[in-house]
């Protein structure tokens, strides 16, 4: 019986492929055949996709803020 061995190198770069990263501010939505998949959304951490057959959108969690300027008020009389 033959010896099967683990290309690793080989296989590396298609995994690659697969892999995404969320930050811990992050999550990811994941569609597939644009659908939603089960289990909501995804991270933080790692997870990985099926390229062509899966698509994801990253959802930032962090409040945004902004400065609203001062506003004139207009009385008729």
Do not use: H
Request: glycine residues 6%; proline residues 8%; positive net charge.
């Amino acid at each position: 019986m033959k010896e099967q061995k683990l290309y690793l190198p080989y296989y590396l770069p298609i995994i690659m492929l697969f892999k995404q990263v969320v930050q811990e501010y992050e999550r990811s939505v994941i569609f597939r055949l644009g659908r939603l998949r089960k289990g909501g959304a995804k991270g933080p951490g790692i997870f990985f996709i099926i390229p062509c057959i899966d698509t994801y959108r990253k959802v930032d969690l962090r409040t945004v803020s902004f400065d609203v300027p001062p506003q004139e008020v207009c009385i008729e009389s």
